[in-house]
């Protein structure tokens, strides 16, 4: 069940939510092509996971970001993480590609 529903047939909502990493609770990460250009948020919030990872990457901490952002929870965090680890990990390959000529 998405998180979400999106009133646009160009939108299938069973794609809104991200789920492949069987989060904690689900839900937690969402991918919404009318929130934030379809990049990764918290909860469908207009805060997306670069937001929190580059926080991070530049030495603040988990309390400092709760306290920015107070609609946020300390499992948003964690999910921001587990979701960056994830994508950098996947690969995406052209339709065109086989796997003869990637390998």
């Not at 306290?67 to 587990?82: C, G, Q």
Request: net charge negative; aromatic share 4%; proline share 7%.
């Amino acid at each position: 069940m998405p998180v979400l529903q999106i009133d646009n047939p160009l939108i299938d909502n069973d794609l809104v939510r991200y789920d492949r990493l069987n989060l904690k609770k689900p839900g937690r990460i969402t991918l919404n092509p009318l929130v934030m250009g379809g990049r990764p948020c918290i909860r469908g919030m207009r805060i997306t996971v670069g937001n929190i990872v580059g926080l991070l990457a530049a030495g603040h901490s988990h309390a400092a970001i709760l306290e920015e952002f107070p609609e946020l929870e300390e499992e948003d965090i964690r999910a921001s993480l587990e979701y960056a680890s994830w994508s950098v990990e996947e690969i995406e390959l052209p339709l065109s590609l086989t796997m003869a000529e990637v390998c």
